[in-house]
C-alpha cells in the first residue's frame, strides 16, 4: 500500500503554469506506474499523463507538447509540470500509484485557469 498526497494546484491565468507534485508514503522505486488523472466539470475522470517504473511515458493528446510528467525516487515524489495552461485544463487533479492489482488514490488538487 501507499498513500499519495498532491499539492501545487491553485488560480493561474490562462497561458500560464503550475508544477503539481504527487508524495508517496514510501518509496516509488518499485511501483509499476503512477499517474496524474483530471475530473472537469461536467465531465469524467480521464487520464492526464502516466510515467512507468521504466520511464516511459504517455500522455492524453490534449496536453501533449504542454505537459510532462517527471518522477524523483529519491524524494518519493512523481510532478506533473503543466504549460500554456489553457481553461479547460480546469479541475480536479489526482493522482494514482498502480501497484500489483490495486490501485491508490491521493486526495486530489484543484487547478483552476482563468481567462
Known amino acids: 500500500q501507499v498513500q499519495l498526497v498532491e499539492s501545487g494546484g491553485g488560480l493561474v491565468q490562462a497561458g500560464g503554469s503550475l508544477r503539481l507534485s504527487c508524495a508517496a508514503s514510501?518509496?516509488?522505486?518499485?511501483?509499476?506506474?503512477v499517474g496524474w488523472y483530471r475530473q472537469s466539470p461536467g465531465k469524467q475522470r480521464e487520464l492526464v499523463a502516466r510515467?512507468?517504473?521504466?520511464?516511459?511515458?504517455n500522455y492524453a493528446d490534449s496536453v501533449k507538447g504542454r505537459f510532462t510528467i517527471s518522477r524523483d525516487n529519491l524524494m518519493n515524489t512523481v510532478y506533473l509540470e503543466m504549460n500554456s495552461l489553457k481553461v479547460e485544463d480546469t479541475g480536479i487533479y489526482s493522482c494514482?500509484?498502480?501497484?500489483?492489482?490495486?490501485?491508490?488514490w491521493g486526495q486530489g488538487t484543484q487547478v483552476t485557469v482563468s481567462s
Open positions: 510515467i512507468t517504473s521504466g520511464y516511459s511515458t
Open positions: 494514482a500509484a498502480d501497484i500489483a492489482r490495486g490501485r491508490y
Open positions: 514510501r518509496s516509488i522505486f518499485s511501483i509499476e506506474a
